[in-house]
């Protein structure tokens, strides 16, 4: 007897958040953005957003996350200020955000 195959539908929900931030990193560079993230963060202050980009008179503070992944206080403190300085973009990204962010940093 011979078992017929079922199909399984699979939800790839899930995305690491390193592989995120490479995807980003990619774009933005394609895109002509400079960019800086903390290699190793364990000893620097808590809370300060994963990338920083730069591109002509434009400064990006983004904090990213996995799908599930939950925004720390402090993280949410360093958001919060950095959102009060003048022509400085600040944004929490996850990747639902994908469209936005190509827009933002075409």
């Not at 007897?1 to 995120?20: G, I, L, N, P």
């Not at 980009?53 to 983004?62: D, E, H, K, S, Y």
Request: hydrophobic fraction near 40%.
């Amino acid at each position: 007897m011979v078992a017929k195959a079922r199909k399984r539908q699979r939800s790839w929900k899930y995305v690491y958040e390193k592989d995120f931030q490479r995807a980003i990193e990619e774009y933005a560079q394609l895109c002509g953005w400079a960019f800086y993230h903390t290699y190793d963060s364990r000893r620097s202050n808590a809370g300060f957003p994963d990338l920083t980009l730069v591109r002509g008179n434009r400064l990006i503070f983004a904090e990213l996350k996995s799908p599930r992944g939950k925004v720390r206080p402090a993280q949410v403190e360093w958001l919060a200020r950095l959102d009060q300085v003048p022509a400085v973009e600040v944004y929490l990204w996850r990747p639902s955000d994908w469209p936005d962010i190509e827009k933002l940093l075409r």
